[in-house]
């Protein structure tokens, strides 16, 4: 464990926001449904453009702050459509997204602590999000193995 004053150095990580799950197209809402027949509740739908090329929907778990993200590409150029060419055609997981606090202070972090990031600068995601990606081999030393997503969602309560 590091000393307090590394720790203060570190930015304010507070939960799990969401597990990305990638979904063929046209099984989004038979994945929805099965999702709700376990209790979840739907809480956002978005189509996001840009480099994203998805259809998401948010599910809430329970009464915490933990969401699972269901991601259906749009087009074949899609990076959720390419991955799940990858996996022989198959959905599956996508990344893990952590919130912070202030998405710019841990890009900073991390950036200075040698951490490879996919993202020039953090930029806007869904919901009002401030986002940026991590590479799957993010630290030479400790690569993670899967690909991190860091959200800073600003109507989320804080949960420390």
Known sequence: MGSAEDMAAVPGFLCIDHVAIAV????????????????????HREEVYGGDQVRE????IGNGPNLIQLLEPLTADSP???????NGGRGGFAHIAFRVRSAQA?????????????????????RGTTVFFVHPKSRQDAPFGFLME???????????
């Open 106 to 126: 841990a890009f900073n972090y991390m950036k200075e602590a040698g951490f490879q990031i996919i993202d020039k600068a953090p930029r806007k995601g869904s």
């Open 57 to 60: 929907v948010l599910l809430a």
């Open 150 to 160: 860091v959200v800073e969602d600003p109507h989320a309560g804080q949960t420390a």
């Open 80 to 86: 959720v459509q390419k991955l799940i060419d990858r």
């Open 24 to 43: 063929k197209p046209g099984e989004l809402e038979a994945q929805v449904n099965a999702y709700r027949k376990l209790g979840f509740r739907e809480v």
